[in-house]
């Protein structure tokens, strides 16, 4: 019997403040990749709200991608796997516009009980978070990369 995972890919941000907005860019261009497959799941999670425990809970695997800072030059991209995830949002505790935050959502998973079997925050470092509805040049490049990293982490996990 072929046992089929799910994968949650959530991209949060504030598309009105430019690099803030990375993670549901980058939902939006998964979006051409993907409707093929069944086994993904693509969620804009806009600026967080504790209705997207739901379907964090739900999910075997959890892919979040988001701006984040972690003094990296602006436009490259990191991926923060398992605990080193959990470490790295516990940690770094942004000044941000969510109405809760990404370790809020976790720590409600953990104590469910629900926390995806695999997760990973692909950080992209902003340039701005100045107001506009266009990621700054470096964070635009790469969306694209972080995009594949996620359908990277997909088949690793899956293999």
Partial sequence: MTVHTKTLILGIGNILLQDEGA???????????????????????????????????????????DAAHYDGKPGTTRVFEGERMDDFIGSNRKCSVHEVSLIDLMAIALLTDQLPRHR????????????????????AGAIKLACN?????????CA
Avoid at 34 to 41: H, L, Y
Avoid at 133 to 139: F, N, Y
Avoid at 149 to 157: G, P, V
């Fill in 23 to 65: 993670g549901v860019h980058a939902i939006r261009q998964l979006a051409g990749l993907t409707e093929q497959r069944n086994d993904i799941e693509l969620m804009d999670g806009g600026t967080l709200s504790f209705t997207l425990a739901g379907a964090i809970e739900d999910a075997d695997n959890l892919i979040v991608i």
């Fill in 120 to 139: 990973a925050l692909i950080g992209i470092q902003p340039q701005t978070i100045a107001w506009g509805e266009m990621p700054s040049p470096p964070v």
């Fill in 149 to 157: 990293q996620a359908l990277q982490l997909i088949e690793e996990w």
